[in-house]
């Protein structure tokens, strides 16, 4: 062998181990790419399953409100209905009541007036 066939099969060789570490290289770079896409898949699934999660509680959370604001209303409205019904406001038209009301009030007025003249 001659001193430049040595010099072409280090040369060879020189280019091809430049040509490995290129490749090496480009193999890295896959690799941490292919691995970046994992990482936000998964992290794009997982946001959506918190998100769908948090749908999924705030439904539950709207109907308990719903039916807690249902529940406060009919006990107001029960409690409203039965002020009206010992005022007697839901048997009569209230202009009537009041009406009724206030002659009792001058009725009594008038008998309390004669009691303190007779005295």
């Known amino acids: 062998m001659t001193t430049t066939d040595t010099i072409k099969g280090k040369i060879n060789e ?15 770079y896959g690799k941490s790419v292919e691995e970046a896409q994992g990482r936000y898949e998964k992290l794009s699934e997982d946001a959506n399953k918190m998100f769908d999660d948090l749908v999924i509680k705030g439904e539950t959370l709207e109907d308990d409100a ?3 604001f249902k529940s406060t209303t009919n006990d107001v409205e029960n409690r409203v209905t039965d002020v009206r ?32 003249a007779n005295k």
Do not use: F, N, Q, Y
């Not at 020189?14 to 890295?28: N, S, T, V």
């Open 85 to 116: 019904k010992k005022l007697g406001l839901d048997t009569d038209p209230a202009d009537h009541r009041i009406e009724e009301l206030s002659a009792k009030i001058d009725a009594l007025t008038e008998a309390v007036a004669k009691l303190a």
């Open 66 to 68: 719903r039916s807690k």
């Open 14 to 28: 020189a280019e091809d181990m430049a040509r490995k570490i290129w490749l090496a290289g480009l193999g890295a």
